[in-house]
């Protein structure tokens, strides 16, 4: 019987290990992410209501529940990095703010209709900011691209919609942010809410 050398069993061991990984993250349950700010009920309803009056019917229209503004988008995450991205968040500083969303935003190649913010570099920004190194801390990557705060109106939108009949004007006040799981359904999208932190710093 030939006798296994010190290196056979080394690189058993190491494709063992790898097995051993690959199995474990097979059975893992992997969630998809983000962080953002939800409009109040009233807020919501108001919004679908000048969508309503500003354009023509649409067909992929977002339900005004699902309205919200997006500050971190994580994609996949594993459910056991959950408390240390929670661990992460708890150091986030930060005073509730108001935002005014004015404008109105098109982008062609996913085809998105969206409201727009005005704040370019106050506290919703910097809220986004904190929340991208806290989940890099947490050793999860997050959306590098710049950072636009909108809420989306309508998807798959093929052509360039006309300016809005009525131009819009809604005052925002934020006093929490929300981590929100996307769950795919037989009736479309929903957001569930994983947790919730107060903003209570000061301004």
Do not use: C
């Amino acid at each position: 019987m030939s006798r296994e050398t010190k290196a056979s069993r080394g690189s058993r061991a190491a494709r063992d290990s790898r097995v051993a990984r690959v199995n474990r993250m097979s059975r893992e349950r992997f969630v998809r992410l983000f962080f953002a700010l939800e409009p109040s009920a009233e807020n919501k309803s108001l919004i679908a209501d000048w969508r309503e009056r500003a354009w023509p019917p649409m067909a992929r229209a977002v339900p005004a529940a699902n309205f919200h503004i997006t500050l971190v988008f994580l994609g996949e995450v594993a459910e056991h990095k959950l408390e240390q991205l929670g661990d992460s968040v708890e150091s986030i500083s930060a005073a509730p703010f108001i935002s005014y969303f004015t404008q109105v935003g098109f982008w062609p190649k996913p085809g998105i209709l969206w409201l727009g913010s005005v704040d370019d570099a106050g506290p919703l920004q910097s809220l986004a900011v904190a929340l991208r190194r806290a989940a890099n801390s947490a050793g999860l990557r997050s959306d590098t691209r710049g950072y636009i705060p909108h809420l989306t109106l309508q998807r798959a939108v093929r052509d360039a919609p006309p300016a809005p009949i009525v131009a819009p004007d809604f005052t925002l006040h934020f006093d929490r942010f929300t981590l929100f799981e996307s769950q795919q359904t037989r009736t479309g999208v929903r957001y569930v809410e994983r947790a919730e932190w107060p903003l209570r710093g000061f301004a």
